[in-house]
């Protein structure tokens, strides 16, 4: 079965550094969006995309965020100037259309130091 | 706006009794909702969903959830927990459609004894 894949598992980044996430989302899949959880806390939305523009965004993605689609295949999320309380587990997920439900990433752990 | 609120942080079940997440929403439109489950160190994987129509859905690995308006729940239910379903449980809702942003309950660990 087709899966979202988010590279690096793991990342680790000096506060004050610019960080990538990447996502490689299901191939027909239209819809893209990226969530966070803070450990101990809940799952919370910060974007969504589509058709090259954000869609919706949160109150949690500010001018630090940014999401690109760069190619036909990526989707990223770039923190510009990370801070300690950035440090989460970062989830992509697509979707194939807009009434369909959206399907996860295992997730990119971002530390912050 | 919407909320979710799961009931019970953590549960722990025998293996082959009945399994019961509480879920609640607010919303203040027709809500679709979700029930994701989490094993360790993998992603978010689709149980099951409520869009339209019947109130009772069916998932995955023998779990179900029932959409109950009046009261505002969507627990989920599977009849005789297995071992393999030790995980973490979330709840979430959508508005208007199953692609707009879901919003999530603080989940709930399932753990299920021998």
């Known amino acids: 079965e087709p899966e979202v894949t988010q590279t690096p598992s793991h990342q680790v980044t000096q506060m004050g550094q610019e960080v990538i996430l990447r996502c490689v989302p299901i191939?027909?899949?239209?819809?893209f969006y990226w969530y966070r959880q803070i450990l101990g806390q809940k799952v919370e939305f910060l974007v969504s995309?589509?058709?090259?523009?954000?869609?919706?965004k949160s109150e949690i993605f500010d001018d630090q965020f940014s999401v690109e689609r760069p190619d036909g295949s990526n989707f990223t999320l770039k923190i510009r100037s990370t801070k300690l309380e950035d440090s989460a587990m970062y989830f992509c997920?697509?979707?194939?259309?807009?009434?369909?439900?959206?399907?996860f990433g295992d997730g990119t752990r971002l530390s912050i130091l | 706006a919407q909320s979710v609120t799961q009931l019970g942080s953590h549960v722990s079940v025998s293996e082959g009794a009945l399994v019961l997440l509480r879920c609640n929403y607010s919303?203040?439109?027709?809500?679709?909702l979700f029930w994701y489950v989490q094993y360790p160190n993998q992603g978010l994987q689709l149980l099951l969903k409520?869009?339209?129509?019947?109130?009772l859905v069916k998932g995955i690995n023998g779990f179900e959830a029932e959409f109950k308006k009046s009261e505002t729940s969507f627990h989920l239910t599977k009849p005789s927990a297995h071992m393999s379903d030790a995980a973490e449980y979330f709840c979430?809702?959508?508005?208007?459609?199953?692609?707009?942003?879901?919003?999530f309950g603080g989940g709930t660990r399932l753990m299920v004894k021998p």
């Open positions: 997920a697509s979707g194939k259309t807009v009434d369909q439900p959206q399907h």
């Open positions: 191939s027909n899949h239209l819809y």
């Open positions: 995309f589509y058709n090259n523009e954000i869609s919706e």
């Open positions: 919303s203040s439109v027709p809500p679709y």
């Open positions: 409520y869009t339209t129509g019947a109130t």
């Open positions: 979430a809702v959508s508005l208007n459609n199953a692609g707009n942003m879901l919003t």
